[in-house]
């Protein structure tokens, strides 16, 4: 068939919630322009950044991206990113057992508060400090599967996983 009839493009807004620190600022710069940056400053308010994703079919997803303020005292603006939403990212760092209680309370805020069709991933980010993991992938496993979410791990640091995980969400993509 014909590529220009026969591809589709598609078009999301994506938000990413978590505790200040676990890395939200470095994936979407990963993923958007492929750098690292290890002396990343923490956000104010929130940034926005757009990258689209090419899939195999030659479907387009453009993602319009959120990346939000972990610092408590922007908790309260967060359902102003997270409304309307189609997709949510929840990262913690694997090496804190803090971020990943703050990671559920995260959580359970989309469910009360989101769309009922956003599709929800759960991160363990800084998989590249495995030396120093305290969340099992396991226990975020089982939590990720009863809360209908998908799981991975990624290191924004070596890049490891931090494609998948937005190719994944755009699987998804009703
Ligand atoms: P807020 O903007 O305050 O919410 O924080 P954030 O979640 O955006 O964190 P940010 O991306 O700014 O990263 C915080 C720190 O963690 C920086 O020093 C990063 O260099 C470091 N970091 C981020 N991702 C990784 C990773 O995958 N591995 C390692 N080792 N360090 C990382
Ligand atoms: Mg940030």
Redesign the pocket.
């Given at each position: 068939g014909n590529s220009d009839i026969d591809s589709k493009n598609f078009r999301v807004k994506l938000v990413l919630l978590?505790?200040?620190?676990?890395?939200?600022?470095?994936?979407v710069l990963r993923f958007v322009r492929g750098q690292?940056?290890?002396?990343?400053?923490?956000?104010v308010g929130a940034s926005f950044l757009s990258q689209t994703l090419a899939l195999e079919d030659s479907t387009t997803v453009k993602f319009e991206i959120w990346?939000?303020?972990?610092?408590e005292r922007y908790a309260a603006l967060a359902p102003l990113y997270y409304r309307g939403a189609g997709a949510a990212i929840v990262?913690y760092d694997i090496t804190s057992p803090e971020s990943f209680n703050k990671a559920q309370y995260w959580v359970k805020e989309l469910q009360k508060h989101g769309g009922p069709d956003m599709i929800m991933a759960l991160v363990g980010?800084?998989?590249?400090?495995h030396e120093n993991r305290s969340v099992s992938s396991q226990e975020a496993q089982e939590y990720a599967e009863k809360n209908s979410m998908f799981f991975i791990e990624?290191?924004?640091?070596?890049a490891d996983n931090v494609n998948q995980l937005f190719e994944e969400i755009a699987k998804r993509l009703p």
């Open positions: 978590g505790d200040s620190g676990v890395g939200k600022s470095c994936i690292f940056d290890p002396t990343s400053k923490v956000t990346d939000t303020a972990g610092q990262v980010n800084k998989a590249d400090l990624t290191s924004a640091k070596t």
